[in-house]
């Protein structure tokens, strides 16, 4: 009896280590493998834009690029159709393009980035979670941001008497 015991729970733990899906942390192993990338780290490795390479990920959900040193997003990020969480926490960033609106975007992590508005069309998103930790702000910019986004749980220091 407790040989089956321990038969089941085995078999239960490596059907879970297969079903989990491996988030790849360089571009070469991710390459062998581009239809079944899923998520993609990239942080802190001192990318000045993101890889062209990031875009032969079809399938790709997550991407995370935080603690680099990127300060534009292109347009072609919208390519990622599958995009939902999207980590650029601790770059250079000040601006976001509108054609993001077209991802499925949930997640959104931007904290220690120069960004201070986000554009009226990525409201469209259905976003739950918005971090925009350590920007300084002031309140209007903040109340501008949560009003375009409601339902999100958005993280965000105190506003600042910074006028812009």
Avoid at 43 to 64: A, D, G, H, T
């Amino acid at each position: 009896m407790q040989r089956i015991y321990y038969l089941i729970i085995s078999l239960l733990l490596t059907t879970t280590l297969i079903a989990q899906k491996p988030c790849y942390k360089t571009l070469e192993e991710a390459l062998k493998q581009k239809d079944c990338v899923k998520c993609l780290d990239l942080s802190k490795q001192r990318l000045k834009e993101i890889p062209s390479e990031v875009y032969q990920f079809p399938n790709l959900e997550k991407l995370i690029l935080t603690k680099n040193k990127i300060k534009h997003i292109p347009d072609s990020l919208s390519q990622l159709h599958k995009l939902h969480y999207l980590d650029l926490g601790s770059n250079y960033i000040d601006a976001l393009p509108a054609t993001l609106s077209t991802l499925p975007i949930d997640t959104l992590i931007m904290w220690d980035n120069p960004i201070y508005e986000l554009p009226e069309e990525l409201s469209q998103w259905d976003l739950k979670y918005l971090d925009l930790r350590a920007i300084q702000m002031n309140k209007q910019e903040q109340n501008s941001i949560k009003q375009h986004f409601p339902q999100a749980r958005i993280r965000m220091d105190h506003p600042c008497n910074c006028g812009r």
